[in-house]
């Protein structure tokens, strides 16, 4: 949830110019995938009226689109690293702000999701009556209103405390070098803490209520289970950014030579993978997705071979 991982990535080190190309190529060729997917994804979900009408689909659509948002402004300012190298503070402001939120979102997001897979296989009775698509979209206002509230006083104590030719002067875009008053880095502390505990005390309760009623053999009870493990297995990722200035640090005294590399690859991991796995739990593993997946690219398909 650390969105200064995503520019420290970023960082600028000597790599030579294959190098660059190389991991530059492979960013773009990764993001691209993933969004073309994402955009399926969308693209099927407001076709068909039994997704845009589901809670589930509606949070697991949500989470999409905030992962084309990150992953999107994530590559930019990883292209923009190698390239352009200095931005105008107040776009890296911009980009960062939305970087924050989108990076924030998502762990959120799969808490919720975890908790109405919860109430769909532990209570189910009352299932239509607590997940309703007005209480699905307040919802998802709510983790937006959230992550607005811890990540806004940075920019209003960046503009309060620094002079206005900061904000016409350029730097590399990190969120350290914007938001560079100590109070916030203390915030942040503060802040990744509470989400910690939130996100992990839901994840883990969630689990092991599901895991007790799918000892009855339900197949659902079953599937859920497997949900949470990789929603789990998400949000580890996610929250891998928080221990990322230590690990970094600690990578970067063991291997100094073959620092880039590793921070290269920490990256992937991090920042783009866990927005690899969402389309495979719903648009793969889920059979209604994946029906209306297929009968999607067939007559795509289809429509190819018959223009030709």
């Known amino acids: 949830?650390?969105?200064?991982?995503?520019?420290?990535?970023?960082?600028?080190?000597?790599?030579?110019?294959?190098?660059?190309?190389?991991?530059?190529?492979?960013?773009?060729?990764?993001?691209?995938?993933?969004?073309?997917?994402?955009?399926?994804?969308?693209?099927?979900?407001?076709?068909?009226?039994?997704?845009?009408t589901n809670p589930r689909y509606i949070l697991f659509i949500h989470m999409v689109v905030n992962d084309m948002i990150q992953v999107t402004v994530c590559i930019t300012l990883f292209i923009i690293s190698y390239t352009i190298y200095r931005l105008n503070v107040s776009v890296c402001c911009i980009l960062m702000l939305l970087t924050v939120l989108s990076t924030e979102n998502t762990p959120l997001n799969l808490t919720c999701m975890a908790v109405e897979c919860y109430i769909a296989v532990c209570i189910p009775l009352r299932y239509c009556q607590i997940c309703t698509i007005k209480r699905t979209l307040m919802l998802i206002g709510l983790i937006w209103a959230t992550t607005l509230l811890f990540v806004l006083p940075d920019l209003f104590i960046t503009v309060a405390t620094e002079p206005l030719d900061f904000f016409h002067s350029k730097l590399f875009c990190m969120r350290e070098t914007v938001f560079r008053n100590p109070i916030l880095i203390k915030k942040r502390d503060i802040t990744y803490l509470v989400f910690l505990f939130i996100v992990w005390f839901t994840i883990f309760y969630t689990y092991f209520k599901i895991l007790f009623t799918a000892k009855t053999a339900?197949?659902?009870?079953?599937?859920?289970?497997?949900?949470i493990i990789l929603h789990g297995f998400q949000v580890l990722l996610c929250m891998t950014t928080y221990a990322s200035p230590l690990f970094l640090s600690f990578l970067q005294q063991l291997f100094p030579?073959?620092?880039?590399?590793?921070?290269?690859?920490?990256?992937?991991?991090?920042?783009?993978?866990?927005r690899a796995i969402s389309p495979i739990i719903y648009g793969v593993r889920d059979?209604?997705?994946?029906?209306?997946?297929k009968r999607y690219f067939f007559v795509k398909s289809e429509h190819n071979k018959s223009a030709m």
Do not use: E, W
């Open 1 to 52: 949830m650390n969105a200064s991982f995503t520019n420290v990535t970023a960082v600028r080190y000597q790599d030579s110019f294959s190098k660059a190309l190389t991991k530059n190529m492979i960013v773009i060729v990764l993001g691209i995938s993933i969004n073309y997917v994402n955009i399926s994804l969308i693209h099927t979900f407001c076709k068909h009226q039994i997704f845009y």
């Open 257 to 274: 030579k073959d620092f880039t590399d590793f921070l290269f690859a920490y990256y992937i991991t991090v920042q783009v993978l866990p």
């Open 218 to 227: 339900s197949k659902d009870a079953k599937k859920a289970r497997n949900t």
């Open 287 to 293: 059979n209604t997705f994946r029906k209306y997946l």
